[in-house]
């Protein structure tokens, strides 16, 4: 925390990723019929403890940038038991040290960082839901009835003549989701 008890920044984005990880763990509790549970408290204790130990270690964050996301990076693979994709794991954990590269050699300032981080956090949430969404359509889909179906005396079944009634199967499964909000994160969740 900062002065005030206000979090900064890289406090904001860590908790994000915490949050980021219970959101996908949820899904995948989901997809492997309720086996996990969200991180557990002790675990979530530990990173926010490994940050604040990396803050204390790195208090300078623009001369030291790259060696605290370091830092900061390593805590943050205490979660990745509990990612559903753990590429978008790699992939949000690369773009803060490729910006804190930037940010120490002076090739960015940290406003420009900070907003870049939301950016590209963004563009992975937005990812991690796009996926999710995609597997619960997978999961909805009626299965397509086979093309070889025969008649009761093996002979094959007549062709179904335009106009005449046919039987819906009517019990088909309508995906149930919720939208909630984790800081600046949404999650959709499907069932």
Do not use: W
């Not at 002979?155 to 909630?180: F, I, K, S, Y």
């Amino acid at each position: 925390m900062g002065q005030g008890g206000v979090m900064n920044s890289a406090g904001k984005i860590s908790v994000s990723l915490m949050l980021l990880a219970a959101a996908v763990s949820v899904g995948n509790r989901q997809a492997q019929a309720q086996a996990q549970q969200n991180p557990p408290a002790p675990l979530l204790n530990r990173i926010q403890a490994a940050n604040e130990e990396c803050k204390r270690k790195y208090p300078e964050p623009i001369r030291q940038a790259i060696a605290y996301t370091t830092c900061e990076n390593r805590s943050m693979e205490l979660l990745r038991p509990s990612m559903v994709y753990p590429d978008l794991m790699d992939q949000e954990l690369a773009n803060n040290l490729m910006l804190a590269e930037k940010l120490q050699r002076g090739k960015m300032t940290l406003i420009e960082m900070k907003a870049m981080k939301a950016q590209l956090h963004s563009q992975v949430v937005t990812e991690f839901q796009r996926r999710q969404l995609a597997k619960t359509a997978v999961a909805t889909r009626p299965v397509a009835p086979d093309v070889s179906i025969t008649g009761a005396i093996g002979q094959p079944a007549p062709a179904v003549q335009p106009g005449t009634p046919q039987l819906q199967n009517t019990t088909t499964r309508q995906p149930h989701c919720q939208t909630a909000r984790f800081g600046m994160m949404l999650e959709t969740v499907c069932n």
